[in-house]
């Protein structure tokens, strides 16, 4: 068991990998990233010399601009979260989370000299961590109902307020906080770079499902701020303010392929070693199933964070890629959690054990679970999908519209979708059921686009987008099944 990965890391010395070439440069993460593996890495929170092995194979640096000796490249931001979530998927969200949702605002938005405070420190070999605190006890889904308020004093601003689930919450040295202002001219939210020693105190804490390397609490604030740390994220409103969220999201897409190809490298593995009765597990008909939607989970997932890699761009303007944002980390989570069951199902009792020797079963599973919560819960995600779409139709119907759509379309006509059943009024269940629908045919859009870029074999693309066509005919009868409970009240 890896209880440390420590002094024997083989990295480049960290003078030179601003300047090293982008293979070799992930090269020395992925060697960095195999200390943490999840067959053996233990399930507890990050000692900060583990952290240091990443900081040190340079990990922050693809955030950074090159004048604060960062390499400042989006395809290594995403090639690093996928290559660590291969090994080890808590490992990969809690670089995620240090990189596109705390570090990226201050690159963006922060003013010059919060930058010149604040990005130093995270390009050296040895830096600390930074977390992103907007969720609170009483508002997580909808975010009007913050309550931590900030006012202007002599200065900076003050800010008080209690926060809750943010990832290192009792770790991270520096924070990304919002907060509103009800003045007279109306409410007004507000983003800060907020250092722990300004008034940031971890009350409780939490003991997550799983993620074992993050940790998690109620966090309670009551800072003084200087003015220069208020960032400039969008127009004070929540909806001007969209782009925060989506770098977190977009990053899924880019580790999901990450985590999903050692799911199915390790699942097949798995069924071709065990024995039941006189052959392989994988000569079981309905194995044989699950290791398809496993397998098509995977193409999927290759297909989106191609996507994420090659047509977004997290050192720019997200705002413009919202729908598409939404659709992959619905996409790419659910089928995340629908493999993690999968492989979990097929290795029996010996998947329920954590640590055994055979399987990564039970940690998939538990890392996995909590990606259709949280960084938005899908349900919610899907149904502003739904209504993004819906506001563009102009009154002909969601399906039709979905025909027509740009990044819907060259899948309804390659595969004959049939969206139709959209077509009619849509309460707010039907919304995010509809979502769904968006993001599966979204997905399948993009599996056509990678196929046709990347050259790959097209008997595994078929499979993946006949699975994806099923959970889009699952939700036709699901509004089949609205309408007869419905009928029913
Ligand atoms: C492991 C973990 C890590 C996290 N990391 C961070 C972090 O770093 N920073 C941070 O600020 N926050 C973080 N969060 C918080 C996370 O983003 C929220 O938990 C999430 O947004 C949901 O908010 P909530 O928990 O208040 O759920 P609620 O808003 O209470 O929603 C509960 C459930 O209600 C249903 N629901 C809500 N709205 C709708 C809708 N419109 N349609 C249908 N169903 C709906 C969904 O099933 C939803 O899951 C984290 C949470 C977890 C569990």
Same mark, same amino acid.
């Not at 983003?191 to 940790?215: N, P």
């Given at each position: ?23 070799? +440069? ?25 952290? =240091? ?32 979530? #291969?090994? /080890? ?7 995620? *989370? ?22 130093? @420190? +995270? ?15 009483? =508002? &997580? ?9 900030? #006012?202007?004093?002599? !200065? ?35 983003? +800060? ?5 300004? &008034? ?7 003991? =997550?499902?799983?993620?074992?390397? *993050? ?5 309670? *604030? ?10 400039? *994220?969008?127009?004070?409103? %929540? ?20 985590? %999903? ?15 039941? !009765? ?25 297909? %989106? ?28 989570? #659910? ?10 199902? @097929? ?18 599973? %538990?890392?996995?679970?909590? +990606? ?5 819960? /899908? ?19 969601? &399906?039709?519209? @979905?025909? !027509?759509? #740009? ?47 990347? !050259? ?25 099944? @609205? ?7």
């Amino acid at each position: 068991m890896t209880g440390s990965a420590g002094a024997d890391s083989p990295l480049a010395p960290f003078a030179t990998l601003a300047a090293l070439p982008a293979e070799e +440069f992930l090269a020395g993460v992925e060697k960095a990233a195999a200390h943490f593996d999840a067959a053996s890495y233990p399930q507890r929170q990050m000692p900060a010399e583990d952290w =240091a092995v990443l900081t040190r194979a340079g990990v922050l640096l693809p955030v950074l601009p090159a004048a604060y000796g960062g390499r400042d490249s989006h395809a290594e931001m995403c090639r690093v979260v996928e290559s660590l979530a #291969e090994r /080890n998927l808590a490992v990969a969200v809690y670089t995620a *989370i240090v990189t596109g949702l705390a570090l990226r605002p201050v690159v963006v938005w922060a003013g010059e000299e919060t930058r010149r405070e604040v990005l130093p @420190l +995270f390009a050296g070999p040895l830096a600390p961590t930074a977390g992103f605190a907007s969720t609170e006890p009483a =508002a &997580g889904s909808a975010m009007s109902g913050l309550t931590t308020t900030f #006012e202007k004093v002599e !200065g900076g601003y003050r800010i008080r307020g209690r926060k809750h689930w943010q990832a290192l919450s009792a770790t991270a040295s520096w924070w990304l906080v919002v907060a509103k202002r009800d003045g007279e001219g109306g409410r007004e939210y507000g983003w +800060f770079v907020v250092e722990r020693g300004d &008034g940031f105190r971890t009350s409780q804490r939490y003991d =997550a499902m799983g993620l074992k390397v *993050i940790d998690y609490g109620v966090n309670d *604030i009551d800072a003084f701020v200087p003015a220069h740390r208020r960032i400039d *994220i969008g127009a004070g409103n %929540l909806s001007s303010m969209v782009d925060v969220y989506l770098s977190g999201r977009a990053l899924i897409g880019a580790l999901s392929g990450g985590f %999903l190809r050692r799911i199915a490298d390790e699942a097949h593995a798995y069924a071709d070693t065990r024995r039941v !009765g006189r052959g392989p597990l994988s000569s079981i008909g309905f194995v044989r199933y699950r290791l398809d939607a496993i397998d098509g989970a995977h193409t999927v997932c290759a297909a %989106l964070g191609h996507h994420v890699r090659t047509r977004l761009d997290l050192t720019s303007d997200l705002a413009p890629a919202f729908p598409g944002i939404q659709a992959v980390k619905i996409a790419a989570t #659910e089928l995340m959690v629908g493999a993690a069951n999968h492989y979990q199902q @097929l290795t029996g009792g010996e998947g329920y054990r954590s640590g055994s020797p055979t399987n990564i079963a039970a940690q998939a599973f %538990l890392d996995s679970r909590v +990606f259709t919560i949280f960084d938005g819960t /899908n349900d919610l995600l899907s149904q502003q999908l739904a209504q993004y779409c819906l506001d563009r139709s102009a009154g002909g119907g969601l &399906g039709t519209f @979905l025909a !027509g759509w #740009e990044p819907t379309a060259p899948a309804v006509s390659a595969y004959g979708l049939d969206l139709r059943f959209l077509d009619g009024t849509l309460a707010q269940e039907h919304l995010v059921l509809a979502g769904r629908v968006i993001a599966y045919a979204f997905a399948a859009a993009r599996v056509l686009e990678w196929a046709a870029e990347t !050259g790959a074999a097209t008997g595994p693309v078929r499979r993946a987008v006949a699975f994806l066509e099923a959970d889009i005919e699952r939700v036709r009868v699901e509004f089949g099944l @609205l309408a007869r409970l419905g009928a029913d009240t």
